[in-house]
């Protein structure tokens, strides 16, 4: 863009002159503020939230005639001698203008009306209110009303058209809306805005304007730029914007009476005007005390805007259309370059010299672009001139060429190009400027305390925590802080005065932490009241060096922790203590404490289209100082915010964003964010939120304060903590089994810190551990049940995997019931890989024990290792001797049998040790040759741990349980370890055991198999007549035809041996299978058989050991018949609830 022909001295310094800005005037008191001219422009009318409207006859009146109206106003419009306000008590007022005398009530809402304006002729006044309504009202007879529904938040603004048949409102639930008046219909809506919950919380108050006089373009400020939008088609046209408000919401917007020009000011304080048909910044101006402009008016003769702010003062830009009339002009004439040019930077940087800089141009020389050509051919790198002001920067603000202003550059361009020329050749006409369409950045969220209310309320809460509540009182009256705790028996509630206005704070159960932030005369300074110190001096205080202002703080375990401006974080010790400073990756966002952990919160870089870039620090503050967490990007919702972050009551950090989204640190899943709970859920109302106060794992509970339409609670009266339920947002959580799998994933996300307190040196309730681990076992096999029932066996695998191994027994138990032998046999394989898995882990903690068991019981190491050999020696005579029964499959001795005996495929087995030798000993210390803890009960203490928490140590025989004595041997008994329960003895309830099988095929011949398959083993606590049951008729036959089998096949594995074996058995007459039968319940041919098949040398052992089992099994029928009056435990419970499902 370029001149096309000469311009004049005279036309360049009336281009480029600025409007004036007057000096602002004090009107009302401090709040929202509006402001309208009368028609001839003779008066300025604004109105506060003092309740007074005052009437200036210009900025210089001293003495504005004042008119009170309410106790609030919050707008005003004057019109035909008309003055409509909005006031605090629900009213829309008319009083007579000037004199000011009330005429009457127009309408009234059921909450305040925010916003009033008249149309074109007076004849109607649209108003807008917070219960979601907008009203038109014929002012002559104001029963005539029109009620337009349709928004669903507090309305914000309204505005007719010039022509009187379309209205445009804007609203908190982020929508724009055109309305047909006649019709009262919705015409059209856009969402633009940025939602909120009430007026007070919205970003901008989003004044609309229609272009006057016919109302061709609708302006909408949508952030930091103006969306202009066609009538009737309502089409988006385009986008008035600067580049230099990109990070300053426009709040309201205003048309010049001629349509030409359009005003806005922002919340950041800066007030331009553009030229819409050439979409050019043609001034911009900033608040002299950088407040927020909340009201603006044009004159009707167009040369002044009038314009108030958020602290009640009125302002007035004088001249704007002395330049604006003209730069129009010039546009058409395409010479709005030279307007342009120099307006777009010099006004932003230099306003106050600018005035200066354009004496400087004209100077010297006729023409104010030859001088800058000289000056750029004299030196391209000097910027300061002789008159010691900057030049114009326009060609050298950016380097990025979007960012320039297209006339400046080709200004510029030509300029160089001709230096000696004293005016600029013709050029094309103007083109609009390239609009940039892509994401635009986010602004930052500031600093903020988590459990806090907003900083400007004159009553807040400076911090609610699980400790207590400290309350902020800043009013006429008083301005005080109250400390009240929870447990009053950690101190008594405290009452101080806030001399230093202390806006920060933290409690914990040994202190009160205070900040408050640094002014020109005082530093900022942190104090601490150590209520728990044992000492006479409970107060300390710093001040932080000059410059450098605290943003957040928290308490942990005896440290505090101040986050400055310097992006710094201090530590302290509770005492005062100075300890470590380091500096953070980005702006403090927040902090929180726990215990000895610290969590940060910042600002990792810039977020897009009004997502937050937010990272997280876990540091640990004990003896050893770790850092957990290393700056990974904290997971907010898409265009939401953080709103709280803490830790629950045991230590687990969690976040909730402003969706209402609640995230739960996975420790176990490599310090990953899971959302648990989202509290949208439960609000009635989309202005309804949850105000977060604490966090509980055990019992399972998330505290927070409903908010009625906003987004904090007011401190009086004092607001009732609810409680809300967790939720994983699982699929199909409709189901059956999308319920339970939810509970189950959430049972396991909360109970990981009961691992985490453990290992941070914490007690943990065993009680409530096991109670929790019961509770996921149990809903595991209720979802297996589920699946067996749906025919689902890969799915069954699949919840054994994640089954303890003692309750993969049940879920075999169930299996075979369910007559689904081959998930039976996937199961059984699965348990036996959990057993070795047990076995591995146990080893490394298990041998320490016992060597100071050894130690503790009179044992040397050589002796125990000598004693172990002998007992080796014998176990491996015993095992050519002694019958194997857990080859004749686990069903008929529950509690004694080892289905867990069998190694990895391919290797070589070593022989299990007994635990009782030949005297009856027990050898709890007995280790296989392999190195490894054998599968046999006296080897697998801890197999049956889980079941043990999860039932009582009274087991029912006839169920699940067998009940196994320990040995009767006093200095050895305390540590054998807890025998097998039935249970887990149930593995193969039709097969023979696999690792024993696989014995007798590598070691013994088929004789000796057939002997080892009689004779009943020791149980791991000594010999037992209740543990040991009648074999069935299949296991008799399989014992008698199991060469014939293996001699038709001899290359048959353990389990294929079982399924021929049933085969064949299958296909005997009724009659032979009851003759076996029968024989397994006599029992009195298989002792004789036994009896015949025993070497001589065994007989007389065997007799000594048969008069031991005859006393011990007296004894244990007697228990075992007191044991069974006893009632079902959990385990039998759950079993029975498996079968019954079926």
Avoid at 629 to 658: N, Q
Avoid at 853 to 862: E, F, L, M, P, R
Wanted: charged share 25%.
């Amino acid at each position: 863009m370029a001149l096309q022909g000469a311009v004049s001295v005279a036309e360049w310094t009336r281009l480029k002159m600025p409007c004036e800005r007057k000096p602002i005037r004090y009107g009302h008191s401090e709040g929202h503020t509006d402001v309208c001219f009368h028609e001839d422009g003779k008066y300025i009318v604004t109105c506060g939230s003092d309740g007074d409207v005052r009437i200036w006859e210009g900025l210089d009146d001293d003495d504005p005639k004042s008119i009170n109206v309410g106790e609030k106003a919050y707008s005003v419009a004057l019109r035909n001698g008309k003055l409509v306000t909005a006031i605090s008590n629900n009213t829309v007022q008319i009083h007579t203008f000037p004199d000011g005398d009330p005429d009457g009530i127009l309408t009234r809402f059921t909450t305040n009306a925010n916003h009033v304006t008249f149309n074109s002729s007076g004849t109607r006044v649209a108003a807008g209110s917070s219960d979601f309504l907008v009203k038109v009202i014929e002012v002559a007879d104001s029963s005539k009303q029109k009620t337009l529904r349709g928004h669903d938040a507090p309305v914000l603004s309204v505005a007719f058209d010039p022509t009187d048949e379309f209205l445009a409102s804007s609203s908190c639930d982020g929508s724009v809306a055109v309305w047909s008046i006649e019709d009262q219909t919705q015409v059209v809506s856009w969402k633009v805005l940025q939602k909120s919950s009430d007026v007070t919380n919205a970003a901008s108050l989003c004044r609309l304007a229609w272009q006057p006089p016919t109302g061709k373009l609708l302006a909408v400020p949508v952030d930091a730029a103006v969306h202009l939008y066609e009538r009737n088609s309502w089409t988006y046209v385009g986008t008035l914007s600067d580049d230099l408000l990109t990070q300053q919401v426009i709040n309201v917007v205003v048309w010049s009476p001629c349509g030409k020009f359009l005003a806005a000011g922002t919340v950041g304080g800066t007030l331009s005007v553009w030229d819409v048909e050439a979409k050019l910044c043609i001034e911009r101006q900033k608040h002299e005390r950088g407040y927020t402009v909340c009201g603006m008016a044009w004159h009707p003769s167009g040369r002044q805007v009038a314009y108030t702010d958020r602290e009640g003062c009125l302002g007035l830009l004088d001249g704007v259309c002395a330049s604006s009339s003209m730069s129009s002009s010039t546009t058409k004439n395409p010479k709005a370059s030279v307007s342009k040019q120099p307006k777009d930077y010099d006004d932003l940087f230099d306003e106050d010299d600018a005035d200066g800089l354009l004496d400087q141009c004209v100077s010297d020389s006729g023409s104010p672009v030859k001088n800058a050509a000289e000056e750029d051919d004299d030196d391209d790198d000097d910027l300061m001139p002789a008159t010691g002001k900057p030049r114009n920067r326009g060609s050298f603000l950016d380097d990025d060429d979007n960012s320039q202003d297209m006339g400046s550059v080709k200004a510029d361009k030509l300029a160089d190009d001709d230096g000696d020329g004293a005016v600029l050749p013709a050029a094309v006409p103007a083109v609009p400027r390239p609009v940039y369409e892509g994401p635009m950045p986010t602004t930052p969220q500031k600093a903020f305390q988590p459990g806090s209310t907003p900083t400007h309320l004159m009553h807040r809460f400076m911090m609610w925590n699980s400790v207590g509540i400290v309350r902020g009182y800043n009013d006429e009256q008083d301005n005080a802080i109250d400390v009240e705790f929870h447990d009053t028996s950690v101190h008594h509630a405290m009452h101080l005065t806030n001399t230093l206005d202390h806006c920060m704070a933290d409690l914990s159960q040994e202190a009160v932490l205070l900040a408050c932030e640094g002014t020109e005369e005082l530093a900022s300074k942190v104090q601490c009241l150590h209520f728990s110190s044992w000492d006479t001096n409970k107060e300390w205080m710093v001040d932080l060096p000059k410059g450098e202002d605290v943003l957040a703080l928290c308490l942990g375990l005896s440290w505090a922790a101040v986050a400055t401006s310097s992006m710094l974080l201090r530590l302290f010790s509770i005492g005062g203590v100075q300890k470590e400073v380091f500096s953070l990756p980005g702006p403090v966002v927040c902090l929180a404490g726990h215990g000895e952990q610290l969590l940060i919160v910042y600002h990792r870089g810039t977020g897009f289209d009004g997502d937050q870039a937010l990272g997280v620090q876990l540091l640990t503050l004990g003896r050893k100082k770790q850092q957990k967490i290393h700056g990974e990007p904290l997971p907010l919702s898409r265009k939401s915010y953080l709103v709280w972050m803490g830790f629950s009551a045991e230590g687990t950090p969690c976040s909730v964003d402003s969706d209402g989204v609640v995230r739960m640190l996975n420790r176990s899943m490599g310090n990953t964010w899971t959302p648990v709970c989202n509290t949208r859920e439960s609000c009635k109302s989309k202005s309804d939120h949850y105000w977060v106060v604490g966090v509980h794992e055990n019992p399972q509970q998330l505290r927070c304060i409903p908010c009625k339409g906003s987004r904090f609670p007011p401190t009086l009266p004092r607001p009732a903590v609810s409680i809300l339920p967790f939720k994983l947002p699982l699929c199909q959580t409709g189901t059956e089994k999308g319920q339970m799998e939810e509970q189950y994933w959430r049972s396991m996300l909360f109970h990981n810190h009961f691992s985490f307190l453990s290992s941070s040196g914490y007690e943990v309730s065993a009680e409530s551990q096991a109670q929790q681990e019961k509770e996921q076992q149990e809903m595991l096999m209720k979802m297996f049940a589920l699946s067996c029932k749906l025919e689902r066996e890969f799915r069954c695998v699949e919840l054994a995997e994640m089954m303890t191994q003692s309750v993969v027994t049940l879920a075999i138990r169930y299996a075979s019931r369910s007559r689904r032998m081959i998930l039976a046999q996937r199961l059984s394989e699965l348990a036996l890989e959990k057993a070795n898995q047990l076995q591995e882990e146990e080893e490394p903690d298990e041998e320490p024990a016992y060597r100071s068991t050894a130690h503790s019981s009179g044992y040397n190491q050589g002796s125990r290792m000598a004693q172990e050999n002998e007992d080796e020696e014998e176990e491996e005579e015993e095992e050519q001797e002694e019958p194997m029964e857990a080859g004749e499959g686990a069903e008929s001795r529950r509690s004694r049998s080892n289905p867990f005996s069998k190694g990895p495929k391919g290797s070589p087995e070593k022989p299990s040790p007994k635990p009782v030798s030949k005297e009856g000993r027990v050898n709890p210390f007995k280790v296989s040759g392999a190195g490894k803890w054998s599968g046999s009960p006296a080897g697998q203490p801890r197999v049956a741990n889980v079941l043990d928490t999860m039932t009582s140590s009274s087991r029912k025989p006839s169920l699940l349980t067998g009940s196994s004595k320990q040995s009767k041997t006093p200095v050895l008994k305390p540590l054998a370890p807890k025998p097998r329960s039935k249970a887990q003895a149930t593995l193969l309830q039709m097969s023979v055991n696999k690792g024993a099988a696989k014995k007798i095929e590598e070691k013994e011949p088929a004789k000796e198999a057939e002997k080892q398959s009689f004779e009943t083993p020791p149980s791991a606590g000594g010999d037992n007549v209740e543990n040991t049951r009648p074999k069935t008729g299949f296991q008799l036959w399989l014992e008698e035809n199991r060469k014939s089998i293996l001699a038709d096949d001899p290359d048959l594995e353990e389990t294929e041996i079982i399924k021929e074996a049933m085969g064949r058995f299958r296909t005997l007459s009724a009659d032979e299978r009851l003759k076996w039968t029968e024989r397994a319940k006599g029992g009195s041919g298989d002792r004789a058989d036994l009896k015949k098949r025993k070497r001589p040398e065994e007989e007389e052992e065997e007799k000594r050991e048969g008069e031991n089992k005859e006393v011990d099994g007296e004894m244990e029928v007697d228990e075992s018949s007191a044991k069974k009056k006893k009632p079902l435990n959990t385990s039998a419970k759950l079993s029975a609830f498996a079968f019954n499902k079926n």
